[in-house]
């Protein structure tokens, strides 16, 4: 690209970078190099610059010999996950798979027509159903049959605005009223459109005004305004808190038939109904805690973190969210027919959809946060079997930082479900982020064996840590055991190969000394 076109070219526009991707079986990336400055981190350039194209430890692994605060500047290499279309898609004529980072108020209908491809392409390739939401900082696969080509002039949707809360009280109106309604809601939908107009304008201008370009070797695979902005501007954008609805108590009597005890799905979480859409309606035991869960839900915003849709406060405070269909995880895996639909494949998607929304608050936000209190009832599932996880109210921030490595810190009062807590946390109070990987591990060995973290006195990560006594990992001995632990509802349909891989990675996880186990930059 020429000096010329590139003073030609608008901020925000994208544009197609082609790069030959290197597909080695399963691993596959496009390699990009980066000028690192000694103000930037491996975190700031992989969740920051790249919008989450790639993880810290990547990049960490990629470039050994580079510490941040060094002096000077260096060219660092920047793996960039692509890939190549297997043989269905050739099959069907696709050629070609475009990289495509989401940013905010992207959805499927709109990509597939900036690129001329039917939306169900986009499903497909990404493992997408016809209601799946994406997030910023996530990527999808665009495939193409020819040489693909960005439409500018496709026009954006504008975001949705935050909804008026309504009491749902069933009214016949007469004609007139019907009228006089349709006009008041004309005119109000035409004033939310002018205000979002003028919104839009104010925050084009702030861009333009903060931004700045990125020193680049080789063009990212999209420009886009996120990626031509400072981190701190970055940052600065982080902390705005999106706007939530503000219920009545009223309303929420409504939606769940006066909390009716049928509605109730769990210790004080009702499910209700609100302009059409389920919700999930949970009373906290302060203010203060509600507070502190939309402190930190406000913060987040990604696919496999529960959406904090609204609250009520009161003498009784609630919040209200999303509805996941399945319930809680630790739901489908006690009800065996609900288990049975949890075929291998829901069941790993599952845990990376899980250790992906932990990768996301410990390293891709500022302030990072440790959950503290993860748990198969805390991970729910959608009717596309997709893990979200919720449960914030003992999760606090963590100022761990890339010079100083991991912290901990010491707890006097200890809090957490049986079953789920590290040792090291039990016996001294000393916590750290290993606590959600400790968790993380006997999630997994549920997903595994269906059976209850602790039950009748005994520790689920036991058995697993018993499988030392039947040999080595590959003799037959450890995989008589490991067929036995597996949940029967599976019938033995999985590969064997990638249970015991499940199982080893369950395993390091729930290692009494935390230093061996893995963070989940390392998962």
């Not at 302060?286 to 915003?301: C, D, F, G, Q």
């Not at 010079?403 to 789920?420: H, Q």
Request: charged share 20%; net charge neutral.
């Amino acid at each position: 690209m020429t000096d010329a076109d590139s003073s030609n070219l608008k901020l925000g526009r994208e544009i197609i970078i082609p790069v030959q991707c290197s597909c080695a079986l399963t691993f596959s990336e496009a390699i990009f190099m980066y000028h690192f400055s000694s103000t930037d981190s491996f975190a700031s350039v992989a969740c920051g610059v790249f919008q989450g194209l790639l993880k810290a430890q990547s990049l960490k692994e990629d470039n050994p010999d580079v510490k941040r605060n060094d002096p000077g500047d260096f060219m660092i290499k920047v793996p960039i996950r692509c890939a190549c279309t297997n043989a269905n898609q050739r099959r069907n004529g696709f050629k070609y798979l475009v990289t495509y980072p989401v940013i905010k108020n992207d959805n499927t209908d709109l990509i597939a027509r900036k690129f001329g491809v039917p939306e169900e392409t986009i499903w497909d390739a990404n493992k997408l159903g016809p209601f799946s939401t994406i997030f910023p900082q996530t990527t999808l696969f665009i495939p193409t049959k020819d040489v693909p080509v960005v439409k500018w002039d496709v026009p954006e949707d504008l975001p949705s605005s935050p909804r008026v809360a309504t009491p749902i009280v069933k009214i016949q109106p007469s004609k007139k009223s019907k009228h006089l309604i349709s006009y008041i809601f004309l005119g109000l939908g035409l004033l939310v459109v002018i205000i979002l107009l003028i919104a839009a304008i104010f925050a084009f201008r702030s861009i333009r005004k903060r931004s700045h370009p990125t020193s680049f070797q080789l063009l990212s695979a999209r420009s886009s305004v996120s990626s031509n902005v400072s981190p701190d501007f970055l940052d600065r954008m982080s902390k705005l808190k999106p706007s939530l609805t503000n219920f009545t108590l009223e309303e929420l009597r409504n939606a769940t038939e006066d909390f009716n005890e049928g509605s109730m799905t769990g210790k004080a979480v009702y499910k209700g109904q609100i302009g059409g859409s389920y919700v999930a309606i949970e009373q906290m035991n302060t203010e203060e805690a509600a507070r502190h869960v939309i402190y930190i839900l406000t913060k987040i915003s990604h696919l496999n973190i529960v959406k904090l849709e609204g609250c009520c406060y009161g003498t009784n405070p609630y919040l209200v969210f999303e509805f996941a269909e399945y319930g809680s995880l630790r739901d489908c895996l006690s009800n065996a027919n609900v288990a049975r639909q949890l075929t291998w494949a829901k069941r790993t998607q599952i845990a990376f959809d899980l250790a992906v929304g932990l990768h996301y608050i410990h390293y891709c936000t500022k302030p990072s946060f440790i959950h503290h209190n993860i748990h198969s009832r805390n991970v729910l599932i959608t009717t596309d079997c997709r893990a979200k996880i919720t449960g914030f109210t003992l999760a606090k921030p963590v100022n761990s930082s890339e010079e100083n490595g991991e912290i901990s810190w010491n707890e006097s009062v200890i809090v957490g479900r049986k079953g789920y807590l590290a040792p090291e946390y039990l016996t001294y109070g000393l916590a750290s982020l290993k606590l959600d990987v400790f968790a993380f591990g006997v999630v997994l060995l549920e997903l595994l064996s269906a059976k209850e973290a602790a039950a009748d006195g005994l520790f689920l990560k036991n058995p697993v840590i018993s499988f030392e006594d039947a040999g080595h990992e590959c003799s037959l001995g450890y995989l008589e055991k490991l067929k036995e632990f597996m949940d029967p509802v599976l019938e033995g349909k999985y590969p064997l190969v990638d249970a015991m891989c499940l199982a080893f990675l369950a395993k390091a996880c729930v290692e009494q000394d935390p230093h061996h186990r893995p963070t989940m930059d390392k998962l």
